[in-house]
Structures are given as C-alpha cells and as structure tokens.
C-alpha cells in the first residue's frame, strides 16, 4: 500500500477545501434584493430581451432592453399615442464603463467592464404610490463579481422619473428600424 506524506494530504485537503469555497461563495444574483423593493429574481431572463435603444454618458455606454410586453406597447404607440405602458411592462438598463477600442480602425468607444443593471416594472397597484412604476439599481464589483442593490424601495428611480411624466415616466422611445 502506498502512503502519502501527511504533509502532502494537508496541502491537497487545503485546496480542495479553497475550491469549494469559491464555489460556495459565488454569487447567484438572483438572490439580490432591494430593501423593500425589487428584486432581481422579477428580471429573470432580461438579457435576452429585446433592445428599445442605447445610450452614452461621458464614461459609461447603456443598452436599454425591454420584455415582450413593453415591446407590443412601444410597437402599437405607446407612450406617443398618450396612452400608458400596461401592467408587465419591464425594462432593464445595463450600464458598462466605456473604454476606446483597441482593435476598431477608426476612434471607436465600446463597452469595457460593468457597472451597473438598472430595473423598472409597471404594476400600477403595487407601484401606486410611484405612478405604477417600480425601480431598482443593483451595482456591480468586478472584483468580487457580486451584484449590491442600491437605495431602499422600489421608489429609487421615481423623482428622476418625474420630469418623463407625458411619456408615463419613461425617457426611452423605441428608434424607428
């Protein structure tokens, strides 16, 4: 029978013990939630939605995704026509750090690491007191790839949302294709 030096069985134990650890502690971002508010888990499956627009800030780059609900809304007028977004509507706005491409021939800004996901959900019964809508920022930190909500409430995003208020409180019209 071989034996092992002990010495040995400590270090293999030490990084089993490591790898298990990382995988223990890796973060479902599902599980995030804003205190009082939404939670990531209602935004299941956002990243295959749609996208409405993109947009650029002077140091971040936002894709503006929509579910199928709130795409059948802006495809039949919605806000324009003056009628309101219906109950179910979602909308998920991710923010990335701009960078300058490296590769692209001409001065080019593209996406470098992620910053932020951005939610809003119409349920005018839950959402009554923000006039039907929903918000929640979860922030992201590359170095620990987790995922923290920001603000307390699904109200975060309601008084930046005012000045929309003739679009029902959305700022994002849907680019002609």
């Known amino acids: 029978m071989t034996r092992f030096p002990s010495w040995l069985m400590v270090i293999i134990a030490v990084v089993l013990v490591g790898l298990g650890g990382n995988a223990i502690s890796a973060q479902d ?23 409405v627009a993109v947009s650029q800030t002077d140091d971040k780059i936002e894709v503006i995704l929509a579910n199928p609900a709130m795409i059948r809304a802006y495809l039949a007028g919605i806000p324009g026509n003056g009628k309101p977004f219906p109950n179910g509507s979602k909308m998920a706005k991710i923010h990335w750090n701009a960078k300058k491409s490296e590769d ?9 690491t992620l910053h932020d996901v951005d ?32 603000g307390s409430g699904a109200d975060c995003g309601a008084a930046c949302h005012k000045i929309a208020a003739a679009k029902d409180y959305v700022f994002t019209v849907y680019g002609k294709r």
């Open 29 to 51: 971002k599902y599980t995030v939630k804003v205190p009082n508010g939404l939670a990531f888990s209602e935004f299941r499956g956002y990243e295959g939605w749609q996208t």
């Open 104 to 112: 692209a021939p001409a001065p080019t800004t593209v996406p470098d």
């Open 119 to 150: 939610f809003m959900e119409k349920d005018s019964k839950r959402f009554a007191e923000t006039n039907g809508w929903g918000y929640a920022q979860f922030n992201y930190e590359a170095a620990s790839d987790r995922f923290t909500a920001e």
